[in-house]
């Protein structure tokens, strides 16, 4: 704003005119921006709903249940997916979560001045990499590494263990999957949960060390408490993350409706039977049914997502999950 | 003494475990580019990138079609994304109030949580079924995944703002619109920039929104944006399920390729955002 006009009142009245349309208009450009993000959201609920409808009308909620899943007889089910994607999902997150927490630990407790930001740095690279990188290197590298050597000994050393059943020659299947994704929501949970350790406030930690805690007994007594419920909702974001994965997973999962104790064989998750039948589908139906298979997705996204910032909003009403 | 030297001792356990935890992390990122650049490098020459893909079962060729289509398909994105998200983000933290400012905040944040393959069957349904596959479409579902990322970096330089320059401006007389214009957004222009390479260094390699939206290509370079367009993720895909040890070599060369583009975009891009915002909260 120039210098302001107060030769003319005619002038000084269009001079704030101009200034409240100006405000009306930001005002109002900005309100669409936000309104188009609200429209958007609703826009892709309806879309896959819609999409789904074919398939729901025919199968309705038993789709849920269904085991078959046969193109040529017109019969679908999503059961082995559901299976599929709760198996990795579960293991992705019992690896990953102790590990993250560990790395959170480190990073913000015991990492010296000149570590912290270089590993800090590196860990968040590991969720750069590209889905289609890592499932490609899962392919090539892991699989065989996995089949050839790990599922081998888990094999003979827990194999009374009905999980740990006869190792696969490809490598490819749950376990390769979960390991993968296991490599994806590590640094997610990893860099949330340094955030949440370093808010914890100082003068709690240092009257632990006080009282003649040693830095574990803080951890435990001090940070673990104080960010329970902070590493519960990084936790769900890092599920939310593992179940909709689509391409890595496609690439190492190897397809299949076998349902089965055992994590070594190979299966399809929800996102991975989209991936892979997306140029093959023929029929309305199949293709409906994949978008009921997505919109299940959907959902159970959804779910995770808004349970993840319940929990985030309750105590850091200001600022949403960080990612 | 004794209980002393077990609390020390499991005390130095727990250290060790959260050192290992991040050794193994580091080391996996180093396994992941060490072995992508070891079998891709033997395919990277001149004409990797100059030639486009060859026919099928031929040998030879490289990826030119597919650097060409993925950086049509990313500026276009950036592109739609980039001033939906800052207008967005602005009505957040310049006028919206608390009441209306939490619901678009959750969806926001629902947004970049849902799973990128339904983006792209979203997509699918609006432009691809009745029309055919194109290069838009693709641009659109991209758009659609940098969107929170770029409303997000967005709002966090805003609030990064220091609120006496705002009021200062207001105090002079000077109308919201044009303080926000001529105050606060070129102070916070460094972190929307870098927030932007940031979320086009994520959809660069995204790979599940463009399986339905432009993923049936042909093998020469395209620039019409209403057919498909080639580009890297969908490429290494195909090429990684299939059998051909020849494709396998393309397809690490191309992972390499993307891979570093993904890398250095998002170090640069945090090393800037880690000063412009020394620079605000001085």
């Not at chain 1, 060390?209 to 329970?228: D, F, K, Q, S």
């Not at chain 2, 460094?190 to 049936?216: C, H, N, Q």
């Not at chain 2, 992972?255 to 993904?262: K, R, W």
């Amino acid at each position: 704003m120039s210098a302001v006009p107060t030769s003319s009142p005619l002038q000084a009245r269009r001079h704030r005119l101009r200034g409240r349309l100006g405000d009306l208009a930001l005002h109002g450009l900005t309100l669409a921006a936000a309104f188009a993000c609200l429209v958007l959201v609703g826009a892709i609920v309806w879309k896959i709903l819609e999409l789904a409808g074919e398939a729901f009308d025919r199968f309705g909620l038993a789709f849920i249940t269904g085991r078959t899943w046969d193109p040529v007889k017109h019969v679908f089910g999503a059961l082995p997916f559901i299976y599929g994607t709760a198996v990795t999902s579960l293991v992705a997150l019992v690896l990953a979560t102790p590990l993250a927490i560990a790395i959170g630990l480190y990073l913000s407790e015991l990492a010296p001045r000149g570590v912290r930001g270089i590993v800090g740095s590196l860990v968040e690279l590991l969720a750069a990499i590209p889905s289609v990188v890592l499932g490609l290197w899962g392919i090539l590298v892991l699989g065989p590494f996995l089949a050839h050597h790990v599922e081998p000994w888990l094999h003979s050393t827990l194999g009374f263990i009905p999980l740990f059943g006869d190792p696969q020659q490809t490598g490819q299947g749950l376990f390769t999957a979960a390991v993968i994704l296991t490599i994806m929501i590590v640094p997610i949970v990893a860099s949330i949960s340094r955030e949440l350790f370093l808010g914890v406030p100082r003068d709690l930690e240092e009257g632990a060390l006080a009282l003649g805690a040693t830095r574990w007994e803080m951890v435990r007594g001090v940070i673990l408490p104080a960010t329970r419920s902070g590493v519960a909702a990084a936790v769900i974001l890092g599920l939310g993350r593992a179940l909709g994965e689509a391409i890595a997973v496609t690439q190492v999962i190897g397809g299949g409706t076998r349902i089965g104790w055992s994590l070594f064989p190979p299966a399809d998750t929800l996102a991975s039977k989209i991936a892979s039948s997306y140029q093959g589908a023929g029929s309305g139906l199949e293709i409906s049914s994949l978008m009921y298979l997505a919109a299940i997705l959907l959902v159970l996204g959804l779910i995770a997502n808004l349970v993840a910032q319940v929990i985030v909003r309750r105590f850091d009403p200001l600022r949403g999950a960080r990612s | 003494m004794n209980r002393y030297r077990r609390r020390r001792i499991v005390n130095r356990v727990m250290e060790l475990i959260a050192t290992v935890a991040a050794l193994v992390a580091v080391a996996v990122l180093a396994i992941v580019v060490l072995s992508v650049a070891k079998r891709g490098a033997g395919a990277i020459s001149w004409d990797f990138f100059t030639k486009p893909q060859a026919l099928f079962g031929q040998p030879g060729g490289g990826i030119a079609n597919a650097i060409v289509g993925t950086v049509l398909l990313v500026l276009m994105a950036g592109a739609m994304a980039l001033p939906v998200g800052v207008l967005t983000a602005i009505y957040l933290t310049e006028f919206a109030a608390r009441r209306v400012a939490v619901p678009i905040q959750v969806v926001i944040d629902v947004l970049a949580g849902l799973p990128t393959i339904v983006i792209g069957i979203f997509v699918y349904a609006l432009l691809v079924i009745g029309h055919t596959q194109s290069g838009l479409a693709g641009a659109f579902a991209l758009a659609i995944i940098m969107l929170p990322l770029i409303a997000r970096a967005t709002q966090e330089v805003l609030l990064l703002v220091p609120s006496t320059l705002r009021e200062a401006s207001l105090a002079l007389g000077v109308r919201r619109w044009r303080t926000v214009l001529g105050v606060i957004l070129p102070s916070s222009v460094g972190g929307i920039l870098t927030g932007t390479v940031l979320a086009v260094a994520r959809a660069a390699g995204e790979t599940a929104p463009l399986l339905f939206t432009s993923s049936i290509f042909a093998n020469t370079v395209q620039t019409d944006v209403t057919k498909p367009l080639p580009n890297i993720p969908v490429l290494i895909f195909t090429y990684s399920e299939q059998p051909d040890p020849a494709l396998h070599e393309q397809a690490w060369a191309a992972a390499l390729v993307l891979m570093a583009f993904v890398l250095v975009a998002s170090l640069a891009a945090k090393a800037l955002l880690a000063r412009s915002r020394r620079k605000l909260v001085g």
